[in-house]
């Protein structure tokens, strides 16, 4: 079982692959996206959840999402499909950091996978070269809400605070209009979702050659969690547009 499986198990029952709870991914899409027919691009889309919410939400809207891993892709066109918003959305079987895109976007999102791109500004500077005029970045990363441990550092990276996160933000141009910090019960529930889902799929399955190394893999990342990062790590989601010069 490689890791793209692990994470798509641990995700079963948390297709929003960040800690948010389905409330705050509802204010967010609707402070992001600025007009019903905007067009909407995720990079690093995964199993395009946030797209899929978005389009069914504005029947109006377009969206496209771009993402290495086919078997992600295929979720999220199946899905698509199940709940008719397929003819709204195109998939992009490609690196997000190297996407060339034929037109710009209304809304840029990336949420959860700025280490795709090898940090939060380098995200953002990718994020531009996508966004029409007048248009918004929807991002989301991580922060250290207190004092890491070394062992913190190791498993997440050499993450700011959230001041400086923000400061870093504006020195690259942008202005925060919107911002969702994830709470105490929002980063908890991820956890255990992500941890019990896998956990639960190993318990389901005995019989199958890949439980033992999931059942260890659900069992090491909640141990990761709980004794390595639980206390100092936070996450954000902000609504950026550019600051005019």
Known sequence: ?????????????????????????????DSAVPRGDARVL??????????????????????????VSMPALDHAREAARARGVHERLTLHHDQAEHFAAARDFDLVISV???????GLLPTLAAARTHLAPGGRVLIGDGFWADRPSNEAVEMLGDLGDLPTVLDLVAADGWTPVQAHISTRE???AYEWSWSGSLASWALDHPGDPAAAQALDAAARHRTEWLRGYRD??????????????
Do not use: K
């Open 1 to 29: 079982m490689n890791r793209e499986q692990i994470s798509r198990l641990a995700h079963a029952n948390h297709p929003i692959a960040a800690p948010l709870h389905d409330t705050a991914v509802r204010h967010l899409l």
């Open 42 to 67: 995720d990079l690093g889309c995964g199993g395009g959840e946030w797209l899929l919410r978005a389009l069914a939400a504005y029947p109006q809207l377009r969206a496209e999402g771009v993402d």
């Open 112 to 118: 959860g996978a700025t280490h795709a791109f090898g």
């Open 186 to 188: 929002e980063l908890d």
């Open 232 to 245: 100092a790590f936070g996450f954000v989601c902000l609504v950026l547009r550019p600051t005019p010069h």
